[in-house]
Nanobody, 126 residues
Framework: QLQASGGGLVQTGGFLKLSCTASGFIFNDHAIGWFRQAPGKEREAVAC????????YYSGSARGRFTISSENAKNTVYLQMRFLNPDDTAVYYC?????????????????????WGKGTLVTVSS
């Protein structure tokens, strides 16, 4: 299971930190990704971490503003978001996939993830 939390209402330029806590599977054997879905749009990948190797990867819209990190002892992955703007308004989801060959490509493909948590809503006001 995955549980995302930390969403809320923030003004343009603000910061927010999301958390994703995992249970029921071997955390270090998986990659964790953050996705988001804005109203009327498809779910898109934001960031991914390999967890055990602490590798991190970002989509173009997230690079330079968002930071994904993990606290392996707590089975938790974070998404620190900075300089938020209204285009970042979306429901944010975390998802996990078992790491095998080609896992990084899967981590940026919503159809490639194995487990999903319920989302947390982030609203950025102008």
């Amino acid at each position: 299971q995955l549980q995302a939390s930390g969403g809320g209402l923030v003004q343009t330029g603000g910061f927010l930190k999301l958390s994703c806590t995992a249970s029921g599977f071997i955390f270090n054997d998986h990659a964790i990704g953050w996705f988001r879905q804005a109203p009327g749009k498809e779910r898109e990948a934001v960031a991914c971490t390999g967890v055990s190797d602490r590798s991190t990867y970002y989509s173009g819209s997230a690079r330079g503003r968002f930071t994904i990190s993990s606290e392996n002892a707590k089975n938790t992955v974070y998404l620190q978001m900075r300089f938020l703007n209204p285009d970042d308004t979306a429901v944010y989801y975390c998802a996990a996939l078992l790491k095998k060959a080609g896992w990084l490509r899967q981590c940026f493909n919503r159809d490639g993830m194995h487990y999903w948590g319920k989302g947390t809503l982030v609203t950025v006001s102008s």
